[in-house]
Nanobody, 126 residues
């Protein structure tokens, strides 16, 4: 059974940091594009960050709202992707989910991802 399991969410004050993890099992995700999405309360799911292999190295893409504050990375040996979130703001409050895409052209499009985790809640207090 293919699974993605997120962890690391919680309650943090504005300006604080959290590190989310997404552990994969059931198949190797080392060559997949791995994305992070979030869904704020009462709003639609939105792209946060993604990472993929490109020419023997990794390429990362970020939403404008998180550039300079969030960093996506991966440990292929552990089949795990991370999202380091710094300088958190109340507007970052959301359910954060990771996703994996075997073949993808548009990293920001959630409909192009094949596997999804259940999500981990991040709440940032002001």
């Amino acid at each position: 059974q293919v699974k993605l399991v997120e962890s690391g969410g919680g309650l943090v004050q504005a300006g604080g940091s959290l590190r989310l993890s997404c552990a994969g099992s059931g198949r190797t995700f080392s060559r997949d594009t791995m994305g992070w999405f979030r869904q704020p309360p009462g709003k639609a799911r939105e792209f946060v960050a993604a990472i993929r292999w490109s020419g023997g190295s990794t390429y990362a893409n970020y939403a404008d709202s998180v550039k300079g504050r969030f960093t996506v990375s991966r440990d292929s040996a552990k089949n795990t992707v991370y999202l380091q979130m710094n300088s958190l703001k109340p507007e970052d409050t959301a359910l954060y989910s990771c996703a994996a895409a075997v073949i993808i052209a548009t990293m920001t499009d959630p409909t192009k991802y094949d596997y999804w985790g259940q999500g981990t809640q991040v709440t940032v207090s002001s």
